[in-house]
């Protein structure tokens, strides 16, 4: 029995090319849209609205953990854009959070839950953290101030 060479060769290159596809720095169910942080939302397109309620408080971030996992309004966590996780406020929820430190601020969607851990009232994205600047303190004070509620419990 001759084995065709073609053949070997062909099942040879398509087994390498599968084991280098698999090699990828990213989870390929995530798209990135850059290295950089991500805002979908703009502090001058909220400047007008109402504040409909206040709290104050202690901020943490998460990232690399939950990175790719679906938030519990089912989107995608992408740690490098701008959202938050809330123990009550409605998923859809949208917010300005003011780092009481440095006066920065974010305007930041309501797409999960959390935090859980006890003195904490807002876990927000890493990118959130950076644009707040407390990356290296881990936590700090924030205001969150509602802009719009959202619709999803």
Same mark, same amino acid.
């Given at each position: 029995? &001759?084995?065709?060479?073609?053949?070997?060769?062909?099942?040879?290159? !398509?087994? $390498?090319?599968?084991?280098?596809?698999?090699? *990828?720095? /990213?989870?390929? /169910?995530?798209? $990135?849209?850059?290295? =950089?942080? #991500?805002?979908?939302? &703009?502090?001058?397109? $909220?400047?007008?609205?109402?504040?409909?309620?206040?709290?104050? %408080?202690?901020?943490?971030?998460? =990232?690399? &953990?939950?990175?790719?996992?679906? *938030?519990?309004?089912?989107?995608?966590?992408?740690?490098?854009? !701008?959202? @938050? @996780?809330?123990?009550?406020?409605?998923? %859809? *929820?949208? #917010?300005?959070?003011?780092?009481?430190?440095?006066?920065?601020? #974010? +305007?930041?969607?309501?797409?999960?839950?959390?935090?859980?851990?006890? %003195?904490? #009232? +807002?876990?927000?994205?890493? %990118? @959130? @953290?950076?644009?707040? =600047? $407390?990356?290296?303190? =881990?936590? *700090?004070?924030?205001? +969150?101030?509602?802009?719009?509620?959202?619709?999803?419990?």
């Amino acid at each position: 029995m &001759k084995i065709n060479m073609n053949k070997i060769n062909l099942g040879i290159i !398509l087994i $390498f090319l599968y084991i280098m596809s698999s090699c *990828t720095p /990213y989870p390929r /169910y995530l798209s $990135f849209e850059g290295d =950089g942080v #991500v805002s979908v939302y &703009k502090l001058s397109d $909220f400047k007008d609205y109402p504040v409909l309620k206040t709290e104050y %408080g202690i901020a943490s971030y998460y =990232g690399k &953990k939950y990175h790719g996992k679906r *938030t519990s309004s089912g989107k995608l966590f992408n740690m490098y854009k !701008l959202s @938050a @996780a809330h123990r009550i406020y409605p998923l %859809g *929820t949208i #917010v300005r959070v003011t780092n009481l430190k440095n006066d920065r601020q #974010v +305007i930041v969607e309501i797409n999960d839950r959390g935090p859980f851990v006890k %003195g904490r #009232v +807002i876990d927000l994205s890493y %990118g @959130a @953290a950076v644009k707040l =600047g $407390f990356i290296r303190s =881990g936590t *700090t004070e924030v205001k +969150i101030e509602v802009l719009k509620w959202g619709s999803k419990k």
